[in-house]
């Protein structure tokens, strides 16, 4: 399929203005705010209705110029209304293709196609905010990873008997209400208070405290435990709506998933963009037997803080391996036994933990000794933190493979293939070098220059085992 | 990484430091000039002065004499066909290995300091990272990057 240039669905204008809208509306309430009462307000009605017929004129013609074509292999766009620009996408560079679908999307049957490539900037990357639903399907089968043993292989089997693995309800529950989104949306909830404050009478102020003063503190008690109560709930909402009907297939040489309530998602990611496979295991979620499983790849969720991919949001531990043989079998020899850092590494992975709490120990002592007991729960936890990460730290090496354990708070499992790393350090200062020790960091590509998988003060026997491994001068025998 | 890579950097660049060191040694030396003036118009006592007199010799001959000899002392770099091996770090060690085929482009780079005694960095990056040879001669640093950048040409695709 080549096609000649094409335009967007016209909504795409619609979602231009709402997203310059979005990024103006502090500017814009701002004023109206302020002009409220004075006798300028029909000035300034007219003034922001003038910037947004502007808008949407401007709009309009950005959507007029924004064409997109397939040319052999390269996704070709061209947009810019004063300056005219023509980006063109080759396929071999393409890490990732998402398929989005907001509600307004749905309504219309269309979807938003974003196509990431390598590296943290954005500007590289092509973004159709809407065309029709097969359009889209059609665009990413098109720029597909080698389209034509899959054309000849699709046309048997149809889909039909890919391996497909889904989220039952019951998981995703238990998911929303592990995911400790409750800290998040809790200071949400205050950030939005403080800002609402403002707009809240004093007078209703103080007659609602007047009225928490005059309640027994177990009714106070009750109220809060009712906030957070509904606060958790609203958590696991949100988890259900983010992740509802995830669903993940293997299809050939591609992760193909779904996922998503409301807004409906598709992520296609093509095995050979896959840089590592991790499993998370969070502080909550590790005792009761749960992970999340992700994958490292350069380009995807970009305002996703940590950058990673999600490949499946909740699993029993057990069922990992299960999942891997079915679904990511070039992933499946996750090691069950790990070489652990040596007894003398203890004392580092304490400093690291304690050095604040210790601080902020001696401030309070000599500041503000009757709270005391903060700053020494503090350190007890550090020294519990620092003991679990002690614990964790372990590596473990095939021929093709290094696996590192690590945990900030959760427990984390990378795997990473030989060939995906990108270079490896050691690291040894003085008090390492008496000790024998070394500190280890592999580097990776993802979203924003690199990850690095980090072994801390290990063994420097088994330091130089990881290097010697890593080192294609062959003093090992792989490959 | 049992043994450290065998090749030093260029001797002349403990001179490129020590004059670069020297001149970022101008801002503190101002300083101890500014200290005696505020002294004189505020009344403190000449302590302040001869304290920061102290502090700022001690600074200039660590950072000028003492800092860039064992700096280059730990400097070390190997480049075999199939990958680089770089150490560097006085009180940190760092040995780092970079494989040839994820070298994704070398330069050479010389500001004036470095031209004037004939050097010339090599900086070597890789997706995910970049690592540094800081001083090379000149004709060395550019057969090096023409040789390193001949090795890494292999036609990779993963990336």
């Known amino acids: ?479 | 990484m049992r043994e450290p890579p065998r090749l030093k950097i260029a001797q002349d660049a403990i001179k490129a430091w020590k004059l670069s060191a020297a001149l970022l040694m101008i801002i503190p030396w101002l300083m101890v000039v500014a200290t005696f003036i505020a002294g004189k118009y505020l009344n403190l006592t000449i302590w302040f002065g001869v304290i920061t007199i102290v502090l700022t010799i001690v600074l200039t001959y660590l950072s000028i004499f003492l800092i860039p000899k064992v700096r280059w002392r730990c400097w070390r770099y190997e480049v075999f066909d199939q990958e680089i091996y770089i150490q560097y770090g006085i009180l940190v060690v760092s040995r780092t290995l970079v494989p040839m085929i994820r070298v994704q482009h070398v330069d050479t780079k010389q500001g004036p300091i470095l031209k004037r005694y004939q050097l010339a960095g090599l900086t070597v990056s890789t997706a995910a990272t970049t690592h540094e040879i800081p001083a090379l001669p000149e004709e060395e640093a550019a057969k090096l990057r023409d040789q390193i950048s001949e090795l890494a040409r292999v036609d990779e695709d993963d990336v």
């Open chain 1, 1 to 479: 399929m080549m096609f000649e240039p094409r335009r967007l669905h016209p909504t795409a204008i619609i979602f231009n203005v709402i997203y310059i809208l979005k990024n103006l509306i502090y500017v814009i309430g701002a004023i109206v705010i302020a002009s409220f009462g004075d006798g300028m307000f029909i000035y300034v009605a007219f003034g922001i209705g003038s910037i947004m017929a502007a808008l949407i004129i401007y709009s309009i013609l950005a959507w007029f110029r924004f064409k997109y074509s397939i040319v052999g292999d390269e996704l070709k766009i061209e947009q810019g209304l004063i300056i005219r620009k023509e980006r063109y996408i080759s396929k071999n560079r393409i890490q990732s293709i998402d398929l989005t679908q907001g509600v307004i999307h749905r309504i219309f049957k269309l979807t938003k196609v974003q196509i990431e490539t390598a590296g943290s900037d954005q500007s590289a990357d092509a973004s159709l905010s809407a065309v029709t639903f097969t359009e889209g399907e059609a665009i990413r089968q098109e720029l597909k990873l080698r389209k034509e043993v899959l054309d000849a292989k699709d046309s048997e089997d149809e889909a039909a008997n890919h391996p497909t693995i889904k989220v039952s309800p019951k998981r995703l529950i238990i998911a929303g209400s592990t995911s400790g989104s409750v800290g998040v949306i809790l200071a949400l909830f205050f950030v939005a208070f403080s800002e609402i404050e403002r707009f809240i009478p004093e007078q209703a102020y103080d007659e609602v405290a007047r009225w928490m003063m005059t309640q027994t503190l177990e009714i106070v008690m009750f109220l809060a435990i009712l906030l957070l109560v509904f606060l958790w709930i609203l958590g696991i909402l949100g988890t259900v709506i983010k992740y509802g009907n995830f669903q993940v297939t293997r299809q050939h040489n591609e992760l193909f998933i779904t996922r998503g309530l409301l807004e409906k998602r598709q992520m296609t990611l093509p095995l050979k963009r896959i840089q590592a496979f991790g499993i998370k295991e969070s502080l909550i979620r590790q005792p009761l037997g749960f992970a999340t499983l992700y994958v490292e790849i350069a380009g995807g969720e970009v305002n996703n803080a940590n950058a990673r991919t999600l490949i499946f949001p909740i699993i029993k531990t057990q069922e990992i391996e299960s999942f891997l043989q079915r679904l990511l079998p070039e992933y499946q020899q996750v090691p069950t036994t790990y070489t652990s850092v040596p007894k003398r590494a203890f004392p580092y992975y304490l400093v690291r933990t304690l050095f604040l709490p210790v601080i902020l120990f001696v401030m309070v002592l000599i500041y503000l000794s009757n709270f005391i007991v903060v700053p020494i729960v503090l350190m007890i936890l550090g020294a519990l933190l620092g003991w679990l990460r002690y614990h964790t730290a372990g590596y473990h090496l095939d021929d093709e493979q290094l696996t590192i354990v690590m945990r900030d708070f959760g427990k984390d499992t990378l795997v990473m293939k030989h060939s995906k790393v990108q270079s490896m350090q050691r690291k040894q200062n003085l008090l390492h070098r008496k000790q024998q020790l070394a500190t280890v960091r592999s580097s990776m590509l993802n979203n924003f220059a690199g990850r690095h998988a980090i072994l801390k003060e290990v063994d420097v026997e088994e330091a130089n085992r990881i290097s010697d491994w890593f080192s294609l001068r062959g003093t090992f025998e792989h490959k």
